[in-house]
């Protein structure tokens, strides 16, 4: 996430320090230690929160824990991992819904944090949870801000209570009374109410927050925090808190060119936990903040989990599996391409996928350059064919090809590179389905070493008898006593048994004798192919 990407070079940084001790010293820890609270304090991390998270981790590092750890290196880890989820909450705490409906959301903070475009989030994020909910203009004061609910309202598909027109008249304490029974009245199980931001701590304003508090009896307030205020957000939020008396905090912009300090200080300071964060400016990038799986981002270890919940929004289980025949038989298509290619652009920005991989913080400047106008234009190819070319990708010769780059807006280039890779993936595809190894396009097949190029086992030569026939009388009584042994000739490893398994293991799951050894340089193309899936 680029909120905190800065902050993961610097602790990946410290960290690469420790990975050639086997042994950490008091020195090695406080150096270590030193670096850790350099890089929060530059993350814009609240100095209170940088002194009690540095403290523990000094504390923990010179225990017993990392004395008698096998990897010393590995543990610091851990324990900074464990200390990042703690100051970031804990636990995932949901939203607390009422017993008898409508649950009141209250959503505060100061202007410009995007409470308006927040509450359009969390009304869709809600409808898509099967709730029904109802957002109320509460905030009479802005310019235009009721419009701009009502226009967030419109594109989340979520109804707008907005009986005054704002701009400096109404009541909003009675709007939001009004909303309650409304809402009651329509059966909206959620009543989410956007009241009015302050340029500062404005008390006039806080004080009718207070008022708007008491005469909806919420059961969530939520503090909606740009993630890109720095250290003043722990100022503002315990002004807030006094004032408001807030449950949670949500948190917006951690999309942009941020240090991400608010939310590593927002939550130890204030003791209230964060519940959503707000990734992007589309409606659907929000999620429920997870501390362990944000902890992992920092420390990049990404976030798989995240990462297979979009999936399984995205991607129908019989399709999937559909698909997957349609590999193994041999029949997958451009027009199943399309269909994927489609599925994955549903699932959001791939810049965001790519950056949720473990290790992608090795990668950040390829992730960052990556052209997501590509799998536009990749559509455009493929919907310009006709459904016979798609079905049978062979039959695009020459001409075809020239009409399918004129009808696309692109070059023929551009499409013969397309086929290119459309068959290098089919023929992956095919490969994984029938349990083998892929070959990487540049690398040659994954497999027994050398140069990224396969080495071919040679089946043992076969000697003819010798003319001799005291020689050839030894020969053939030396065989009889290997076969009685139980001794046969290394046999060579059948197709699909790749690293010495299946066929070619011995008992225990040990390479069997004569199976292929992965040497030192199949590992590092492995390493290297793998790079983004390590932790």
């Known amino acids: 996430m680029a909120a905190f990407s800065h902050l993961s070079s610097r602790l990946a940084d410290t960290f690469k320090n420790l990975r050639a001790k086997g042994k950490l010293s008091a020195a090695d820890v406080d150096t270590t230690v030193r670096e850790i609270r350099r890089a929060l304090l530059d993350a814009d991390v609240a100095l209170s929160v940088v002194k009690e998270f540095t403290a523990q981790v000094r504390e923990r590092a010179l225990g017993d824990e990392v004395n008698q750890a096998l990897n010393p290196a590995q543990q610091v880890v851990h324990i900074v991992n464990d200390e990042l989820i703690h100051i970031l909450g804990g636990e995932t705490r949901r939203i607390q819904f009422a017993k008898t409906p409508p649950t009141v959301v209250m959503l505060v903070g100061l202007q410009g944090a995007g409470k308006t475009t927040l509450a359009g989030k969390l009304g869709t994020w809600l409808k898509g949870e099967g709730h029904t909910p109802l957002l109320v203009a509460a905030d009479l004061q802005r310019p235009n801000a009721v419009d701009q609910l009502k226009a967030v309202g419109e594109q989340a598909g979520v109804p ?5 027109p704002g701009n400096g008249v109404g009541d909003p304490v009675r709007v939001s009374r009004d909303a309650i029974a409304h809402a009651t009245a329509k059966l909206h199980d959620i009543v989410i109410v956007d009241t009015a931001g302050r340029l500062g701590v404005d008390a006039e304003l806080m004080k009718q927050a207070a008022n708007i508090r008491k005469a909806v009896n919420p059961d969530e307030v939520l503090f909606v925090m740009d993630a890109m205020t720095g250290q003043d957000a722990v100022t503002t939020a315990e002004a807030f808190l006094e004032g408001a008396d ?3 905090v949500v948190l917006t912009k951690l999309d942009g060119d941020t240090r991400g300090g608010a939310a590593l200080s927002v939550a130890s300071v204030t003791k209230r936990p964060i519940l959503f964060a707000s990734t992007g400016e589309r409606l659907d990038e929000f999620e429920v903040f997870h501390p362990d799986r944000m902890a992992g981002r920092i420390l990049d270890m990404g976030d798989v989990l995240t990462l297979i919940e979009q999936a399984q929004k995205v991607f129908d289980e019989d399709q999937a599996r559909a ?10 298509d451009l027009e199943d391409f399309l269909g994927q290619m489609q599925q994955l652009k549903n699932m959001g920005s791939m810049k965001k996928m790519l950056a949720m991989m473990p290790g992608a913080g090795q990668l950040r400047d390829q992730i960052e350059n990556f052209d997501e106008s590509e799998l536009t234009r990749t559509e455009a190819i493929i919907q310009s064919m006709t459904p016979s ?10 001409s075809r090809r020239l009409r399918i780059a004129h009808g696309s807006g692109t070059t023929v280039t551009d499409v013969n590179q397309l086929i290119s890779r459309f068959e290098q ?5 095919k490969t994984v389905s029938r349990g083998g190894v892929p070959q990487v396009p540049g690398m040659g097949p994954i497999g027994f070493g050398g140069a990224g190029k396969a080495r071919q086992q040679k089946s043992p030569k076969v000697k003819g008898k010798s003319g001799n026939p005291a020689k050839r009388a030894a020969e053939e009584r030396a065989l009889r006593e290997r076969r009685a042994g139980g001794v046969t000739p290394a046999a060579p490893s059948p197709s699909g048994s790749a690293f010495g398994t299946g066929a070619a293991s011995g008992s225990g799951g040990q390479p069997a004798p004569g199976a292929p050894q992965l040497d030192e340089a199949a590992l590092k193309a492995l390493e290297g192919l793998g790079g983004i899936f390590k932790r």
């Open 425 to 429: 993936a089919a023929k992956m595809m």
């Open 160 to 164: 707008v209570f907005a009986p005054e």
């Open 323 to 332: 698909m997957a025949e349609k590999m193994a038989n041999e029949t997958f």
């Open 389 to 398: 070319e798609r079905r049978t990708p062979k039959v695009l010769n020459g």
């Open 246 to 248: 807030f449950t949670g």
